[in-house]
């Protein structure tokens, strides 16, 4: 199991923003799709946003597209993402994912078994109205 160092999350208002953070090891973090994935109660997983690392290419789930940013940092083997104009939609638990390459293709999909063993703890993000 990858280990993940996940950070960042809480609560905020409507309109407000949140960044996200995702340590791993240098081995793990070269050449590899990481990303955050996100469940709201009753709903289904979904992509927030993916990054390959070796090239920085980006890819975002189509609800957060233009107000979420995902990036990278080299020297820590860190990936951000940072999340701005935030709506009470945006409320759930965010897990972040090294090695998932569904996050960094066109068509994204994520079973149970996925979800365990490539995804993170878990950050919560609450928005409120």
């Known amino acids: 199991q990858v280990q993940l160092v996940e950070s960042g999350g809480g609560s905020v208002q409507a309109g407000g923003s949140l960044k996200l953070s995702c340590a791993v090891s240098m081995y793990t973090y070269l050449n590899n799709c990481m990303g955050w994935f996100r469940q709201a109660p009753g709903k289904e997983r979904e992509r927030v946003a993916g990054i390959y690392t070796r090239d920085s290419t980006t890819y975002y789930g189509d609800s957060v597209k233009g107000r979420f940013t995902i990036s990278q940092d080299n020297a820590k083997n860190t990936v951000y993402l940072q999340m701005d104009s935030l709506k009470p939609e945006d409320t759930a638990m965010y897990y972040c994912?090294?090695?998932?390459?569904?996050?960094?293709?066109?068509?994204?999909?994520?079973?149970?078994?996925?979800?365990?063993?490539?995804g993170g703890q878990g950050t919560q993000v609450t928005v409120s109205s």
């Open positions: 994912a090294a090695g998932f390459w569904p996050l960094c293709r066109p068509n994204f999909s994520i079973t149970d078994t996925d979800a365990k063993q490539y």
